[in-house]
């Protein structure tokens, strides 16, 4: 049985992201992995006169941890047609061979990554992301923790035509229509090269788009603007759109992220961000 996956680091930015991959969880039939990496660590007092114990260290759950535990059981008791089996995997450092056998055994579909604030992203989280990104075959959801959705009513897909995926359209699709969502494939040319006249994205969009993926809520546009920044805004913000997606390639994806911090997404997106391996 397919499993969504939520990494949890102990930060606030993971415990809205573990609970928004319960509820997609029960919306797609999924049972739900909690992975606990970054565990942090407590330094045990030493009392004066008596022997130390052998390692004043000792691996320990943040305070928050159990109370997630408790808030997404009892989330999980909510008035829902499918209960997911949630479990707890502690995995505090771990390879990139570790990843791609842990997504594989438990038959990942989805990974989810809360996204700390600007000022509060630490090295661990891009090289946690950059891992799942190299290694995973399924896609990688970041969650910004500024963000408020419980759900997806609009879900924008931004490609080239000319290199849109259909498999990427396809797992959007099973996605959308547990939510009853529109689904909109937004054409941007890719940077460097000339835009197609609409009539030509309009005849790609029918003819190797719409013909194979049967879908009510499908739709279609053809974006001419070139600056990301507001396009994404026009996206978000001018058309409702609560979940963003793109594959992991030069563009679109690391135009967003490069140009601010790695892996670290930009302030003015403010809704999760699904990012599709190549």
């Known amino acids: 049985m397919k499993s969504v996956l939520v990494i949890n680091d102990h930060s606030s930015a993971s415990s809205y992201a573990a609970k928004l991959a319960l509820a997609i969880a029960q919306k797609v039939k999924a049972n739900l992995i909690l992975l606990n990496v970054d565990i942090p660590v407590r330094i045990l007092p030493v009392i004066e006169y008596e022997p130390a ?17 408790e808030q997404l059981r009892s989330q999980n008791q909510s008035r829902q047609s499918f209960f997911p089996d949630i479990t707890v995997i502690d995995i505090p450092q771990f390879s990139d061979g570790e990843i791609t056998q842990l997504l594989s055994k438990q038959e990942v579909w989805l990974v989810l990554k809360g996204i700390p604030g600007e000022d509060d992203f630490p090295s661990q989280s891009a090289d946690t992301i950059q891992a799942i990104l190299r290694k995973a075959r399924c896609p990688l959801m970041m969650v910004p923790e500024s963000s408020d959705i419980k759900g997806f009513e609009q879900i924008a897909y931004t490609a080239d035509l000319r290199y849109c995926k259909l498999h990427v359209i396809r797992f959007l699709k099973e996605l959308a229509a547990t939510y009853e969502a529109n689904l909109l494939i937004a054409h941007i040319p890719m940077s460097g090269l000339p835009d197609m006249k609409h009539n030509e994205t309009l005849s790609i969009f029918n003819d190797t788009i719409s013909t194979h993926i049967r879908y009510e809520k499908l739709f279609f546009d053809h974006i001419t603007e070139r600056n990301l920044d507001k396009v994404f805004d026009v996206l978000t913000c001018g058309m409702n759109t609560d979940l963003l997606a793109v594959v992991n390639h030069p563009f679109h994806f690391e135009e967003i992220v490069n140009q601010y911090k790695k892996y670290k997404l930009p302030s003015h997106i403010t809704i999760p961000l699904i990012v599709f391996p190549v």
């Open 53 to 69: 114990p052998e390692s004043v260290y000792e691996d320990c759950r943040d305070s928050t941890e159990a109370p997630l535990i």
